[in-house]
């Protein structure tokens, strides 16, 4: 059964940080493209970063861009993505999300997590 746990979201200042962790289960994760997708309030779900299997290469959308770091450790399971710089903007409900494509561009994915809130204002 294939299982996907976020964690690490919070309430945090604008210019603040956090790292969100992802543990899966299921499935042989060093195997897989993994990528970090979220969903705004009232608003459709986004893709926000994807990490290649084998860990080398990473992409992000234009606006997390240099204050966003995706990572992965393969000895356990686990997924990140650390949060600099944040922005009222980045407000949302944060899923991993196993990719179903060599290159984790886009919202192709086939398993998520519940989902983690992070919630950036004064």
């Known amino acids: 059964q294939v299982q996907l746990v976020e964690s690490g979201g919070a309430l945090v200042q604008p210019g603040g940080s956090l790292r969100l962790s992802c543990v899966v289960s299921g499935f042989t994760f060093s195997n897989y493209a993994m990528m970090w997708v979220r969903q705004a309030p009232g608003k459709g779900l986004e893709w926000v970063s994807g990490i290649y299997a084998n860990g080398r290469r990473t992409n992000y959308r234009d606006s997390v861009e240099g204050r966003f770091t995706i990572s992965r450790d393969d000895t356990k399971n686990t997924l990140y993505l650390q949060m600099d710089n944040l922005k009222p903007e980045d407000t949302a409900l944060y899923f991993c999300?196993?990719?179903?494509?060599?290159?984790?561009?886009?919202?192709?994915?086939?398993?998520r997590g519940q989902g983690t809130q992070v919630t950036v204002s004064l």
């Open positions: 999300a196993r990719s179903t494509r060599a290159i984790p561009l886009g919202l192709n994915y086939d398993f």
